[in-house]
Nanobody, 130 residues
Framework: QVLLVESGGGLVQPGDSLKLSCVAS????????MAWFRQAPGKEREFLAA????????DYDDSVKGRFTVLRDKTWNVMYLRMNSLKFEDTAVYYC???????????????????????WGQGTQVTVSS
């Protein structure tokens, strides 16, 4: 059984940094693309970043490019989202996801679509407030 567990969310001030973690278990993820999405109240789930587990190819939404970095540790099966210069509008529940979309190179535009991912974590809340 595949399990994705996010952690690292919290309450921060504008300009602060956070690092989210997503621990993946239950299978080998070499053929998977892993991604981060977020969902704010009343809004649709939106793509933030993706990485191929085997190749390490990455992509970002324009709203977070240059501020967020997606990383993976293949030894411990953990994906990270390092978030810098956080803004009020970054407030949301953050989810990690896994799907057999591509192993080496990201497959666009599939990676941007939530329905292309087979497994999801439970989410971790990030609140940016002064």
């Amino acid at each position: 059984q595949v399990l994705l567990v996010e952690s690292g969310g919290g309450l921060v001030q504008p300009g602060d940094s956070l690092k989210l973690s997503c621990v993946a278990s239950g299978r080998t993820f070499d053929s998977y693309t892993m991604a981060w999405f977020r969902q704010a109240p009343g809004k649709e789930r939106e793509f933030l970043a993706a990485i191929t587990w085997r190749g390490g190819d990455t992509d970002y939404d324009d709203s977070v490019k240059g501020r967020f970095t997606v990383l993976r540790d293949k030894t411990w099966n953990v994906m990270y989202l390092r978030m810098n210069s956080l803004k009020f509008e970054d407030t949301a529940v953050y989810y990690c996801a896994a799907g057999e979309i591509g192993a080496f190179t990201l497959v666009r535009p599939d990676i941007y679509r939530p329905d292309k991912y087979d497994f999801w974590g439970q989410g971790t809340q990030v609140t940016v407030s002064s």
